[in-house]
């Protein structure tokens, strides 16, 4: 005699591609954040890259008239979308709290990478603005602000370092293998690049000044790789996450 079994195949839920739905949807913000934020800062703000620091005050007043009015839309917009940055950096600690570690790590990449936000975007903004609001200011102050503004924006890289030393660390120790440990070692760069940018204080021109090879371009190539790394191992953290994994605190 034989015994039927029903078949619950059927019955199963089927996971959908890609890990839970808010986090993939995430997942594609995030570089589609990074790229509008990109146009921004090199193609209306003007500060990527960097106009020189070896210049004159009367350079400096002709460089905010040629271009103010893109700086004031680029930095408006930024000020307006500067929020997407918290949602990117949530992004990140989501996963690290999924690490073995625990949550610390998550919660010191969170507020260091808000620390650096403070110096490395918003003031520039300001200083910017704040330049090209009235014309007839003494060049002696639009140096100031000329110089305030990117000395900020690119000489403060140092605010992440412990952002991105808690990330190397979270992963290098994490038994969940979250994310993989090659890019603990590629963030381990992004702190030697952030540390060099110090040096942006000192020098006024060479490899060293805030527009150099060193302290500025080759910090660009580095941070370029770690973004696109990022970027690739965010969707990879998300595809391989069950969708039935309890919710983080």
């Not at 954040?33 to 020189?52: D, H, K, M």
């Not at 040629?66 to 918290?86: E, P, S, V, W």
């Not at 293998?177 to 992004?190: C, E, G, H, L, R």
Request: a negative charge.
């Amino acid at each position: 005699m034989s015994t039927f079994t029903p078949d619950r195949s059927a019955e199963a839920p089927v996971q959908p591609p890609g890990g839970k739905p808010d986090v993939r949807l995430m997942t594609w913000f995030f570089p589609a954040w990074y790229g509008v934020f990109g146009v921004i800062i090199c193609l209306l703000a003007r500060v990527t890259p960097p106009p020189r620091p070896d210049v004159s005050d009367a350079e400096k007043v002709e460089f905010f008239t040629a271009h103010g009015l893109t700086i004031q839309i680029g930095f408006c917009l930024l000020l307006i979308l500067l929020g997407g940055a918290a949602m990117t950096n949530g992004l990140v600690a989501y996963h690290m709290k999924r690490m073995s570690v625990g949550s610390v790590f998550a919660y010191g990449y969170i507020g260091g990478m808000a620390v650096g936000a403070l110096p490395g975007f918003l003031l520039v903004a300001v200083c910017f603005l704040t330049a090209t609001f009235r014309a007839d200011r003494e060049p002696e102050l639009v140096g100031l602000l000329y110089d305030l503004g990117l000395l900020s924006y690119n000489g403060s890289l140092g605010c992440f370092t412990a952002a991105y030393f808690v990330l190397a660390v979270a992963i290098l120790y994490d038994k969940n293998d979250i994310f993989p440990k090659w890019f603990a070692y590629v963030t381990i760069w992004q702190v030697i690049t952030e540390v060099i940018a110090t040096q942006m204080f000192v020098f006024e021109s060479g490899p060293f000044a805030w527009n150099g090879s060193i302290a500025f371009w080759w910090a660009v190539v580095v941070f370029s790789v770690w973004l696109c790394a990022l970027i690739f191992i965010l969707r990879q953290a998300a595809a391989n996450e069950p969708v039935d994994e309890p919710a983080l605190d």
